[in-house]
Nanobody, 125 residues
Framework: QVQLVESGGGLVQAGGSLRLSCAVS?????????MGWFRQAPGKEREFIAA????????YYADSVKERFTISRDNVKITVYLQMNSLEPEDTAVYYC?????????????????WGQGTQVTVSS
């Protein structure tokens, strides 16, 4: 069982920045794992934001955030980060961290096996 705990959400003005963290525990994280960030706004489906392969650090981004968000990982702290810059009101959502243990279908929500409880990000205009 993998436990994921997100932190770092909050209220920020448009144009501001936040850094989300996802602490991973419960079982070893293998190089084949992919760690992802998703978000869900009220009334909308959960959508893929970014992912990173734990071993080589290959990164994947949704087009909507590619130029503004950066995903990274710390193999020592076993933590995944999402640096969010130039935030827009449309980025308002609950942000979730997730683990894909099969290491494939990186952009597909159903491919992720373990999920955190989420952290709220609110961007005011």
């Amino acid at each position: 069982q993998v436990q994921l705990v997100e932190s770092g959400g909050g209220l920020v003005q448009a144009g501001g920045s936040l850094r989300l963290s996802c602490a991973v525990s419960g079982r070893p994280v293998f190089n084949s794992y992919i760690m992802g960030w998703f978000r869900q706004a009220p009334g909308k489906e959960r959508e893929f934001i970014a992912a990173i392969s734990w071993g080589v650090g290959r990164k994947y981004y949704a087009d909507s955030v590619k130029e503004r968000f950066t995903i990274s990982r710390d193999n020592v702290k076993i933590t995944v980060y999402l640096q969010m810059n130039s935030l827009e009101p449309e980025d308002t959502a609950v942000y979730y961290c997730a683990t894909n243990i099969l290491g494939r279908d990186e952009l597909a929500t159903p491919a992720y096996n373990y999920w955190g409880q989420g952290t709220q990000v609110t961007v005011s205009s």
